[in-house]
């Protein structure tokens, strides 16, 4: 009688690894066999006003079983793109990119620097937008609909993309982030107040009051709550609540979630949580790690941080549940963590310190 084969365990598993020339700056999934890695890889290629090298933009796709190097969005004339640090997507022929493309010459840089805002259509890449802007966030909406938020010399910027055009939205100062439900429901983060949008314009939403956690040492000033990062998803809001003190982290971070109008929370004493992503199935994953301080003061630098681990949360439901996603021995740095729509899989990146040292992918799932 033939025994049956055990189920496989469902784990955080690498897909990939780079060198410590590669970097994979933001993830973008629209199903198990559909995903995308973008960031940059370092070239030989001198640029003698910054003393360092230039990079070259690089697009990964995942098929389902491998991560493959695929075709890059190109700047415009006389702008080499040179890094991608957002991508989004609604699907495969619907791809959104930005990116930062610079000039060479012996000209400042900052003058020779451009944003570019691109997107695949299934066959080609499409030059949707540049300019003398720094992009700092960016969603879409199906086929027919695209936000960018940024900032150029004077102020923040917020735009929309549709019918083949941008249009100039409100933007309040120091708009940063948007996460969109619908045209007319866009939550954002400002310096310091959660926003939405009503398709018209931006109110600031009151949250609850949330207690603030005593800093291993009171010289260097209050401990004043961080807005980390916003998610919607069908029926909540998210939002990521940390703690700073000056210059300096403190450990810990209040997830929030709005349902029916009331906020409720969990509150993760030692978590720092950079990065939120909807399952499309109504729960969330968020990209945490655990981390602890204490007070040095005589040394340079105030505190001293020990990473305790290096995790993914996953609420469903009521329950939030962690899971373990690399050793501390690592020295993993996240770079951003994707859900796989409707599914229990996620897509993790970031960057090994220590040896062997370079950028990692790693799949959650059986």
Same mark, same amino acid.
């Given at each position: 009688?033939?025994?049956?084969?055990?189920?496989?365990?469902?784990?955080?598993?690498?897909?990939?690894?780079?060198?410590?020339?590669?970097?994979?700056?933001?993830?973008?999934?629209?199903?198990?066999?559909?995903?995308?890695?973008?960031?940059?890889?370092?070239?030989?290629?001198?640029?003698?006003?910054?003393?360092?090298?230039?990079?070259?933009?690089?697009?990964?796709?995942?098929?389902?079983?491998?991560?493959?190097?695929?075709?890059?969005?190109?700047?415009?004339?006389? /702008?080499?793109?040179?890094?991608?640090?957002?991508?989004?997507?609604?699907?495969?022929? $619907?791809?959104?990119?930005?990116?930062?493309?610079?000039?060479?010459?012996?000209?400042?840089?900052?003058?020779?620097?451009?944003?570019?805002?691109?997107?695949?259509?299934?066959?080609?890449?499409?030059?949707?937008?540049?300019?003398?802007?720094?992009?700092?966030?960016?969603?879409?909406?199906?086929?027919?609909?695209?936000?960018?938020?940024?900032?150029?010399?004077?102020?923040?910027?917020?735009?929309?993309? +549709?019918?083949?055009?941008?249009?100039?939205?409100?933007?309040?100062?120091?708009?940063?982030?948007?996460?969109?439900?619908?045209?007319?429901?866009?939550?954002?983060?400002?310096?310091?107040?959660?926003?939405?949008?009503?398709?018209?314009?931006?109110?600031?939403?009151?949250?609850?009051?949330?207690?603030?956690?005593?800093?291993?040492?009171?010289?260097?000033?209050?401990?004043?709550? +961080?807005?980390?990062?916003?998610?919607?998803?069908?029926? $909540?809001?998210?939002?990521?609540?940390?703690?700073?003190?000056?210059?300096?982290?403190?450990?810990?971070?209040?997830?929030?979630?709005?349902?029916?109008?009331?906020?409720?929370?969990?509150?993760?004493?030692?978590?720092?949580?950079?990065?939120?992503?909807?399952?499309?199935?109504?729960?969330?994953?968020?990209?945490?790690?655990?981390?602890?301080?204490?007070?040095?003061?005589?040394?340079?630098?105030?505190?001293?941080?020990?990473?305790?681990?290096?995790?993914?949360?996953?609420?469903?439901?009521?329950?939030?549940?962690?899971?373990?996603?690399?050793?501390?021995?690592?020295? /993993?740095?996240?770079?951003?963590?994707?859900?796989?729509?409707?599914?229990?899989?996620?897509?993790?990146?970031?960057? $090994?310190?220590?040896?062997?040292?370079?950028?990692?992918?790693?799949?959650?799932?059986?």
């Amino acid at each position: 009688m033939a025994v049956p084969a055990a189920a496989a365990t469902a784990e955080w598993r690498v897909g990939f690894r780079g060198g410590a020339d590669v970097m994979v700056n933001d993830l973008a999934s629209v199903g198990p066999k559909n995903a995308w890695a973008a960031g940059a890889r370092r070239t030989k290629e001198f640029d003698p006003r910054t003393g360092s090298y230039f990079t070259a933009p690089q697009i990964r796709h995942w098929n389902g079983g491998r991560w493959t190097v695929v075709r890059n969005p190109v700047g415009p004339k006389g /702008f080499p793109l040179r890094e991608i640090s957002l991508i989004e997507a609604s699907g495969p022929s $619907n791809v959104w990119t930005a990116g930062t493309a610079v000039a060479k010459g012996t000209g400042d840089v900052a003058s020779s620097t451009r944003s570019v805002v691109s997107r695949w259509n299934g066959k080609r890449w499409q030059l949707m937008g540049s300019g003398r802007t720094t992009v700092t966030d960016l969603d879409v909406l199906g086929p027919g609909h695209a936000w960018i938020v940024g900032r150029d010399d004077r102020k923040a910027f917020f735009k929309h993309f +549709r019918n083949g055009r941008w249009t100039s939205l409100p933007a309040p100062g120091g708009l940063r982030e948007v996460s969109v439900r619908t045209p007319n429901d866009i939550w954002g983060l400002g310096r310091s107040s959660v926003l939405h949008f009503n398709g018209k314009a931006w109110r600031t939403v009151a949250l609850p009051k949330i207690a603030l956690p005593v800093a291993p040492d009171r010289r260097y000033g209050p401990v004043r709550p +961080r807005l980390d990062a916003v998610q919607v998803t069908a029926g $909540n809001v998210w939002i990521a609540v940390g703690f700073q003190q000056g210059d300096w982290s403190q450990p810990g971070t209040v997830l929030l979630r709005r349902a029916k109008g009331k906020w409720h929370h969990n509150r993760l004493p030692k978590d720092v949580v950079s990065t939120l992503s909807g399952d499309g199935k109504g729960g969330i994953w968020a990209a945490s790690y655990r981390q602890s301080i204490t007070a040095t003061p005589d040394a340079p630098d105030p505190y001293a941080y020990t990473t305790l681990s290096i995790d993914t949360l996953r609420h469903t439901g009521a329950k939030l549940a962690r899971r373990n996603l690399t050793p501390v021995a690592s020295g /993993f740095q996240w770079g951003d963590l994707v859900a796989v729509p409707k599914t229990d899989s996620a897509l993790a990146a970031g960057f $090994n310190w220590r040896p062997p040292q370079g950028s990692v992918i790693l799949r959650y799932g059986r």
